[in-house]
């Protein structure tokens, strides 16, 4: 069993920049009338008829973006690598939500440049365009160990497939996504590439190789990307929750306690909405910190609260 003191120490970690209240119960209970405050104002700004492309979108932070962006209007793409079941109960549950079908699951394994180039096609066939791309696929330090929480993993104890198998998925894969979609994106002249990331912190802890540089990676990734892309209309930032979430990658045997102090993985959605946005435009090479967005400001102040610069 993980032990209290152990998780605290990764919530305390990982939620340096998050105002305490954010992570407690009550902030939880308010969540959803705030999304549906936010997404409110965000219709009004999120173009309907947008495509999106979500990776990894059949769980945790995908499956709530996924939602979210389908529930503003916009058509999504979300892809699995291996369970068809949880992108397709996606689906159903997104064309219960909005009265259409909004949500297309597509398996593929962003780790194969045929299936990210598979993906990018796929979207153009059914839909005719593609203006979001969210890289959200990803694997975690559960690969390395079930208890990395409690007994940290030393570097040279991981096996090399192990390790390959992380770096291939959390920095090829965004790689691999993004160099298929992003011509589409300059082509038309607008588009998004948000780049799912994770806390400064996690990056340098002790015990989180290879996941700690897999995501500084992808960090550096979204700032040389988004000079690159810089004059095109299409914009490349980061976004990540801002401490311990409640997804796939915490270990199964924490206590309901422990992950009643989680935060929930639809608080990605409000400045998702507003990074795929145009009122986002001009804004590229930055990190969005969910934890830290306020849903009582303008979205425009409320992205200029949660935001700093990419990188660590």
């Known amino acids: 069993m993980v032990h209290l003191r152990e998780l605290w120490y990764l919530l305390r970690t990982t939620c340096s920049r998050a105002r305490k209240d954010e992570i407690s119960g009550p902030w939880f209970r308010h969540f959803d009338a705030d999304v549906t405050s936010m997404r409110s104002r965000m219709d009004l700004n999120l173009s309907t008829g947008r495509v999106a492309i979500v990776t990894g979108g059949g769980r945790g932070l995908g499956r709530a973006m996924v939602l979210g962006l389908a529930r503003a209007g916009t058509y999504v793409v979300a892809t699995s690598a291996r369970e068809r079941t949880e992108i397709e109960a996606v689906a159903h549950e997104a064309q219960r939500d909005c009265s259409e079908a909004r949500v297309f699951p597509v398996l593929a394994d962003v780790t194969q440049p045929s299936s990210c180039q598979m993906v990018v096609e796929t979207t153009i066939k059914r839909f005719g365009r593609l203006d979001i791309l969210v890289n959200n696929a990803g694997r975690g330090m559960k690969y390395v160990s079930s208890a990395f929480l409690t007994e940290p993993a030393r570097f040279w104890e991981i096996e090399p497939e192990t390790w390959r198998m992380i770096i291939d998925t959390n920095v090829n894969g965004p790689f691999l996504m993004a160099r298929n979609a992003a011509p589409v994106m300059v082509e038309a002249g607008w588009g998004r590439i948000v780049n799912v990331s994770m806390n400064r912190e996690t990056m340098r802890r002790r015990g989180f190789s290879p996941y700690g540089p897999s995501k500084a990676a992808l960090e550096s990734e979204t700032i040389i990307w988004s000079q690159d892309l810089a004059g095109t209309g299409v914009t490349v930032n980061a976004l990540l929750p801002g401490g311990a979430t409640l997804t796939g990658m915490i270990p199964d045997d924490v206590s309901d306690k422990m992950r009643s102090a989680l935060l929930d993985p639809s608080i990605m959605v409000p400045p998702l909405l507003w990074l795929a ?35 660590w």
Do not use: H, I, Q
């Open 277 to 311: 946005s145009p009122d986002s435009d001009g804004m590229t090479g930055r990190r969005l910190v969910a934890a830290r967005w306020r849903s009582d400001l303008d979205c425009r102040e409320a992205a200029e609260a949660a935001t700093d610069s990419a990188g």
